[in-house]
């Protein structure tokens, strides 16, 4: 075992490694390739009833909306990057929030949404509006490790967990499709988690800031989750506390209240 | 466990059993750092003295040599860098350095 | 404008870029390509190429700003998705380029020192009138300023570069090849989705083309000092010759690589500006 292990990198070393354009691509090649629009071409279609399907569609459209506003946010965020590694990794976040607007945008039209735009606005939970107005509003504030915390923490957290249990719930095409949104989220939660970390031990993040952002924030995106749960049909037996790797994350963070 | 012990000799200085690793599909990191972790799948997954699950992301860490109290331990798909630590009951658990 | 933005989508992304061309590259080049020993081991020419390769640097991270800014001025979904790819271009191409300052020999705890050192003021300056629009959340002056005129410009500059380096130093030819392939995008998303807003919004004609006039004036300065701070091309009768334009980069003066490059730029953009329905201002200095 004297070949490169990660642990052996120096810390330095592993953010220049995990933070590049390179190692986007090559973690990327290994779940997308072969999956145009998220999933293989010979996945089957299982047939929905009727009930089913407008279910997934007003779940479809909540991811939408909520890959709408985590997109806004990290495109924002890349200008407020405090460095070179950070405004790297959020670019690299923007082009997978992109993907998967456009997987879910494209998943809508499989199932014969023709004006997605109309059916987003339509279906759209209203708390999930107001968590992006929110979330819009503190990244045109400047205001980076709150923002960071509002989008990488809370939302990414709350969503890697929903996203999980649908797969285990869903379709086959969706679940495949959700497998590779739930790869990409895996990076952005981790560095969330990992920059506001570092910003509370080193005193670039406010505390207090942040949990003033955790009040007003962590009841609506709890609540978009669990009617999401709702809509996806995940039986109630079956479904994780939502809320639970969530709090593990904020209990890492020192922010347990 | 999951990966063969290595043939070849503890480690003279520390006496830790070491691992030929093989890559168990894990398919979220460039492929040279592949074999390093594995899916994770649930609480009845039973983790080998060479790995260790990852408490941010939930994926399964592991090394070419069993993992001991104060070992660095860096996850690639989360980005997150960790300490060995025992936990309850003398189990291994990464706890995220910040 | 839904049709031409699908060939923009995020899956065609990823077959062209990481899937496509870039495959099998690190940071842009063959795996195994080196700076060559006499770059190197040349001082002046070593100091030169760092100096060069910081206003790429520059000029991307500009590009990377004002792309993810412009993502959220955007007034259409196919807008905001090809600005994402863009955005992951641009922070590549800042990678790629920081990475040769690396290889350079520039110690990654002087990067931000020797960025300093060496960026030209008046690219500084024209990077701040395109990131005001940019602020402004003004998306058709963001994006004629960003995907036509610095980009139009980037990509001329690295066509030159890439091919007066093809024969000395094929390791940078290849991490340009990469970025022109990118810039062939993003120029043509430019004219593509502008010249319908431009026509749906006449009015913006104006400023616009004062933004261009601002941009054009820097960009012209950038050159100058570039070339006149740029050592004359040593004699070399084993090399070969790196035509461009009409002209010789092997042989040619700082002077004459000035004039075919600013020539060429401003060619370029009149025709780009004359088809998405702008009239090119000459500059005449600015204050």
Not at chain 1, 127 to 153: I, P
Not at chain 3, 164 to 190: C, M, Q, S, W, Y
Request: contains cysteine.
């Amino acid at each position: 075992m004297d070949e490169l292990e990660p642990h052996s990198l120096g810390d330095e070393e592993f953010d220049d490694e995990t933070h590049s354009f390179e190692f986007w691509f090559g973690a990327v090649e290994g779940y997308l390739s072969d999956r145009p629009y998220g999933h293989r071409p010979a996945t089957v279609e299982e047939p929905l009833d009727k009930r089913e399907r407008d279910r997934l569609i007003t779940t479809l459209c909540n991811y939408c909306t909520g890959e709408t506003a985590a997109l806004e946010g990290a495109s924002g965020l890349v200008r407020l990057a405090p460095n070179h590694n950070a405004k790297i990794f959020m670019a690299t976040q923007v082009v997978d929030e992109a993907r998967h607007l456009e997987v879910f945008l494209r998943r809508l039209a499989d199932l014969g949404v023709s004006d997605p735009d109309a059916e987003i606005a339509r279906r759209a939970n209203p708390a999930l509006l107001e968590f992006k107005a929110a979330l819009l509003a503190l990244v045109g504030n400047e205001d980076w490790s709150a923002a960071v915390f509002a989008q990488n923490v809370i939302l990414e957290t709350m969503e890697y967990t929903v996203f999980r249990a649908h797969a285990d719930n869903a379709d086959p095409v969706t679940a495949e499709v959700l497998r590779g949104v739930i790869s990409d989220e895996r990076r952005h939660l981790g560095f969330g988690e990992t920059h506001i970390g570092r910003g509370l031990a080193d005193g670039s993040a406010d505390r207090s800031r942040l949990q003033e952002v955790r009040g007003d924030l962590e009841a609506m995106v709890l609540r978009v989750f669990e009617d999401a749960l709702d809509d996806a049909g995940v039986p109630p037996d079956e479904r994780p506390e939502l809320g639970r790797d969530y709090l593990e994350a904020v209990d890492r963070l020192g922010m347990a209240l | 466990m999951t990966d063969a012990e290595s043939s070849a000799p503890p480690n003279s200085r520390d006496s830790r059993r070491t691992y030929e690793l093989e890559d168990l599909g894990f398919n979220e990191v460039p492929k040279k750092w592949r074999k390093f972790y594995r899916h994770w799948t649930g609480p009845g997954d039973e983790l080998a003295p060479n790995e260790i699950l990852c408490p941010v992301c939930k994926v399964v860490i592991r090394s070419g040599r069993e993992f001991r109290p104060g070992d660095k331990v860096y996850c690639m798909p989360c980005m997150s860098r960790m300490v060995v630590v025992e936990g309850p009951g003398g189990r291994l658990e990464a706890e995220v350095v910040f | 404008m839904a049709d031409f933005l699908s060939q923009y989508s995020i899956q065609r992304w990823l077959e062209m870029c990481p899937q496509g061309y870039l495959e099998d590259t690190v940071y842009g080049r063959g795996a195994e390509e080196h700076e060559p020993e006499e770059l190197l081991g040349d001082e002046d020419l070593l100091e030169s190429e760092i100096s060069t390769t910081v206003q790429l640097v520059v000029g991307e991270r500009c590009a990377l700003a004002a792309s993810s800014g412009l993502i959220n001025a955007a007034p259409d979904f196919p807008s905001k998705r090809f600005l994402a790819t863009q955005t992951l271009d641009e922070a590549r191409h800042v990678e790629v380029f920081t990475q040769r300052l690396y290889d350079l020999g520039v110690k990654k705890g002087d990067l931000e020192s020797t960025v300093d050192r060496y960026a030209n003021p008046n690219l500084v300056k024209f990077a701040e009138v395109l990131l005001e629009k940019v602020d402004d959340g003004d998306f058709i002056a963001g994006v004629v300023g960003q995907n036509i005129v610095l980009e139009g410009m980037a990509f001329s500059v690295f066509e030159m570069m890439e091919a007066g380096n093809r024969d000395p130093n094929p390791k940078f030819a290849h991490t340009l090849t990469g970025t022109i392939a990118d810039e062939r995008r993003h120029v043509g998303f430019g004219e593509n989705r502008i010249g319908a807003l431009i026509r749906e919004h006449p009015e913006k004609k104006p400023e616009i083309e004062k933004m261009q006039q601002e941009m054009t004036f820097y960009m012209l300065a950038t050159f100058a000092d570039a070339f006149a701070d740029a050592p004359p091309p040593p004699p070399d009768p084993e090399r070969a010759a790196a035509e461009w334009h009409g002209t010789d980069l092997a042989t040619a003066t700082p002077e004459e690589m000035e004039a075919v490059l600013a020539n060429t730029v401003l060619g370029e953009f009149k025709t780009r500006l004359g088809r998405i329905g702008l009239e090119y201002q000459t500059p005449v200095g600015v204050g």
